[in-house]
């Protein structure tokens, strides 16, 4: 079945331990990104990479970092996790950086940063 | 970037009443997504519109494309408790950067 599954579902952690959450494709997809999903903000796009070894900032990359190894991988690091990132989490990804592409959407990771 | 207005950010209606959400670009779109985000769920395509002028419909739901395609609509017709959620329009510019609406969340009262 074609997906995009992220790790954890829900995280409750605290300020300054880093954490990843993972997000992994298998629709041989070239484009992935992340969002933050927050309450009156909509979505919000946080990286994206066009392909392997190819990350790009999105809109609030400011406390977060990514990396493309693989393919079929793109997880998102909090080096020093703070407070203002909790928030739910979606990684999605699309065959290409083609505007025409659809996005299919992980199912979400609620993280709580206390 | 690309700038987009999406309205109206609530809708509560009671069951079998219309409902419209209209998405509003500063700047001229290659083509324009929505996206449906049931509660609780994660958001899922609904349809790409791409021509200048352009009407889709999917059942209740009809979807329209601006002349000057800088803004769209999504219209659902005698709303269900199934249309729950909210919907999202993805305005696209030609960038890779993809920016979404903040959307509308529709709640139906049976």
């Known amino acids: 079945e074609a997906q995009v599954t992220q790790n954890p579902r829900y995280l409750i952690t605290v300020t300054g331990k880093k954490l990843t959450v993972t997000c992994s494709q298998n629709m041989n997809h070239e484009y992935m990104s992340w969002y933050r999903q927050d309450p009156g903000l909509g979505l919000r796009q946080i990286y994206y990479s066009m392909n392997v070894e190819v990350t790009d900032k999105g809109d609030v990359p400011e406390g977060y970092k990514v990396s493309r190894k693989e393919k079929r991988n793109f997880p998102l690091i909090l080096e020093s996790p703070s407070p203002n990132q909790t928030s739910l989490y979606f990684c999605?990804?699309?065959?290409?950086?083609?505007?025409?592409?659809?996005?299919?959407f992980g199912d979400g990771t609620r993280l709580s940063i206390l | 970037g690309q700038q987009v207005m999406q309205i109206p950010q609530y809708q509560h209606v009671q069951e079998g009443e219309d409902f419209t959400t209209y998405c509003n670009s500063s700047?001229?779109?290659?083509?324009i997504q929505w996206y449906k985000q049931r509660p609780g769920g994660h958001p899922v395509f609904l349809i790409q519109?791409?021509?200048?002028?352009e009407v889709k419909k999917q059942k209740r739901l009809t979807f329209q494309f601006g002349e000057a395609k800088k803004n769209s609509s999504l219209h659902i017709t005698a709303t269900q408790t199934t249309d729950v959620g909210t919907y999202f329009c993805a305005p696209q510019g030609g960038s890779e950067k993809l920016v979404f609406g903040k959307g509308t969340k529709l709640t139906v009262n049976p």
């Open positions: 700047t001229t779109l290659s083509n």
């Open positions: 519109l791409v021509k200048s002028g």
């Open positions: 999605a990804s699309s065959l290409s950086a083609d505007s025409n592409q659809p996005q299919h």
